[in-house]
């Protein structure tokens, strides 16, 4: 029966999520969710259930008699039972679980599992050190690295505090020590390496979802999901958003005469020039093909038809990273977000804008910025023409 008040305390050590950080400050797989979100408090709960679960099946043990010994130790086992009771009002009042929380879950299972092995009286038998592995595995999975190393120490350490009394010899105990505590350790390097592999290829397949694997630039995908960022600094700040849509001039004469990978070569030394030339806060993305777009806050007009043609000068003076020349023709337009739009919608009415713009440019010569109409409030008085909205990804001709 003591065995089973010390399994209900290892037991809430499974169903930790993970949510603490990585190695490198990182989040660890799965951590995708925010401290109220509905996964953090159900994980919360669960714990806490768990908590009382295990700490009431301990006092129940611990009124029993012949379970627990007699004395301070009884006491102690029992102060520690109702410490596991305790530990689940905090999950319940705050309804999330951390890195630090778990850190604190981990090191109370080893507590937990030196005082009832201390309590009974064949903890060989009873509360073998493997009952260790789920504290372990869960401090590889979801701690820091110094956290977990802090684990890995403590482990042989709460082996051999829970079997001291059942060996008369030192060697007899020193063996199982060795044996029992080198084999946590060693699941503890193991489960931990896979998790970096694990977090490594997340971080690989999130960058390829996010990014155009030519140019290295960020894709429509990225563009999406940065935009609703941007509608909200230029509402909070008062600016606008500018779409700055650029097409390579005469691209497709470069593959033509001189074959894709020349092409690619242009795509490559564009992108870089573009890189260096915008602002840190504004998104260069590639649409498709030869066309890019630059999403970034103006005051005005004037500033976007500056930041394009800075754009358009360094794409002119990329030529020499690729031996091609190459120009733009780039179309400008700016919006005003309004609160309640759908950010994706809004976001391609403009994107459509600047590319009608930059068809423009092309159509008055190439190599120049073209501003297109900027359209009056959404919130208009009644009476005033608004701008229809165009269609998202609509159909073009290519000019080149």
């Known amino acids: 029966m003591g065995n089973a008040g010390a399994t209900s305390g290892y037991g809430i ?9 990585g190695t490198d400050g990182s989040s660890s797989p799965g951590e995708r969710m925010g401290p109220g979100s509905a996964e953090h408090r159900l994980a919360a709960l669960v714990i806490a259930v768990l908590l009382v679960v295990g700490g009431c099946t301990g006092l129940v043990n611990a009124a029993l008699d012949g379970v627990a010994r007699d004395g301070v130790t009884g006491w102690t086992y029992t102060a520690t039972m109702a410490a596991l009771v305790l530990a689940a009002v905090p999950l319940v009042v705050r309804r999330r679980v951390g890195r630090w929380s778990t850190f604190g879950l981990v090191l109370l299972g080893h507590l937990v599992y030196v005082v ?3 309590c009974i009286d064949d903890p060989v038998r009873y509360a073998t050190p493997m009952v260790l592995l789920f504290s372990c595995s869960a401090a590889a999975w979801f701690l820091d690295r110094w956290m ?9 350490v709460a082996c ?16 199982r020590v060795g044996v029992d505590g080198g084999m946590l350790v060693l699941v503890s390097v193991t489960v931990y390496l ?5 977090q490594r290829l997340l971080a690989a397949t999130e960058a390829l ?7 290295g630039l960020a894709n429509r995908r990225h563009l999406v ?4 960022r941007a509608w909200r600094t230029a509402r909070r700040e008062g600016l606008r958003v500018a779409a700055m849509v650029l097409d390579l001039d005469h691209f497709k004469q470069v593959n033509d005469a001189h074959g894709h990978a020349a092409g690619d070569a242009v795509l490559r030394g564009v992108a870089t020039a573009l ?8 998104l260069l993305a590639r649409l498709g093909g030869e066309e890019l777009v630059v999403l970034g806050l103006v005051a005005d007009n004037a500033e976007a038809a500056r930041l394009a043609e800075r754009l358009r000068s360094a794409v002119a003076g990329s030529s020499g990273a690729h031996g091609h020349p190459v120009t733009a023709s780039i179309g400008v337009a700016l919006t005003n977000p309004v609160d309640g739009e759908d950010v994706t919608e809004a976001l391609w009415r403009l994107v459509d804008r600047a590319d009608a713009a930059m068809y423009e440019a092309k159509q008055a010569g190439r190599d120049r910025v073209a501003t297109s109409r900027v359209p009056r409030p959404r919130s208009a008085p009644t009476g005033e023409v608004v701008d229809p909205p165009t269609r998202p990804g609509a159909a073009r001709t290519d000019v080149g």
């Open 148 to 156: 977990l190393g802090v684990v890995m120490a403590l482990t042989p």
């Open 194 to 198: 896979l998790r970096r592999r694990v």
């Open 160 to 175: 051999l505090a829970a079997l001291a009394g059942s060996y008369p010899g030192a060697l007899g105990l020193a063996v």
């Open 116 to 118: 009832v092995a201390q």
């Open 13 to 21: 050590l499974l169903v930790v999520r993970p949510w603490s950080r």
């Open 275 to 282: 890189s260096d030339c915008v602002r840190p806060s504004d």
């Open 209 to 215: 979802s996010q990014s155009d694997p030519l140019t």
């Open 225 to 228: 999901d940065q935009a609703p």
